[in-house]
Every structure is written in structure tokens, then in C-alpha cells.
């Protein structure tokens, strides 16, 4: 297996460990998407209390990635994204938090 078979696999396992049904299809695109950021320690993570790391989340994928308007709407997404990876974890992989976002907003068409 490549390193990115290996870390679709990790986020898979982790995904299905936290009770999350996110299809497998879904999180290769999403990973592929995200490219090198995969790899890096702390880009491959989001921070789930840091209003920098959120605002760019935001900013970043939902708005500029996703073409979502700017509303409160997409706060509340990303806290419930957070949440469902458990506000204790301290792993909240960037690719498992975004294939949430976009499973609800319904925008897999970004990644078809």
C-alpha cells in the first residue's frame, strides 16, 4: 500500500471507531483534495478550540472550497463536525471533519 492508501485506511478505521458512517469513496476524494497537508503533523489536524483554525475551516473549504455564503449556519456545521468526533479527541483529522461538512451541506458534487 502507498502512504496515502495508508492514511485513507487510518481515517477510515477512525471514522468507523467515533460510530461515523462517512463512505469510503467520499474520504479518498477528500483526502486526494486536501493533498500534501496529509502528511504534516498539524495540517493534517483541525483544532476544535482554536477560533483561528476555525475561522480558516470556514473561510478555507466552506466558503471558498464548498461555495457556501458566509452565515451562522456554517459555525454551527463545524461545531457539530467537532462534536461528532468527540470534543475530547485530540486527533480530529482534517479529512474526517471535512467529508462531514460536506456529507451536510450535501456538496459531494464538488468532489464527483
Known amino acids: 500500500m502507498s502512504k496515502f492508501d495508508d492514511k485513507v485506511a487510518m481515517y477510515v478505521a477512525n471514522a468507523k471507531e467515533l460510530g461515523l458512517k462517512i ?3 467520499l474520504l ?3 483526502a486526494k483534495g486536501l493533498g500534501p497537508s496529509i502528511y504534516l503533523g ?3 489536524l483541525v483544532s476544535g478550540t482554536d477560533p483561528e483554525e476555525l475561522a480558516r475551516v470556514k473561510n478555507n473549504f466552506l466558503i471558498k472550497k464548498l461555495g457556501l455564503k458566509d452565515s451562522a449556519e ?4 463545524i461545531s457539530e463536525a467537532v462534536t461528532q ?4 479527541n485530540r486527533n ?10 460536506v456529507m451536510k451541506f450535501k456538496k459531494e458534487s ?3
Open 92 to 101: 480530529k483529522h482534517r479529512a474526517i471533519v471535512y467529508a462531514l461538512l
Open 85 to 88: 468526533m468527540g470534543t475530547s
Open 42 to 44: 498539524d495540517a493534517s
Open 110 to 112: 464538488v468532489y464527483a
Open 28 to 30: 479518498t476524494k477528500v
Open 74 to 77: 456554517l459555525d454551527k456545521a
Open 23 to 25: 463512505p469510503t469513496d
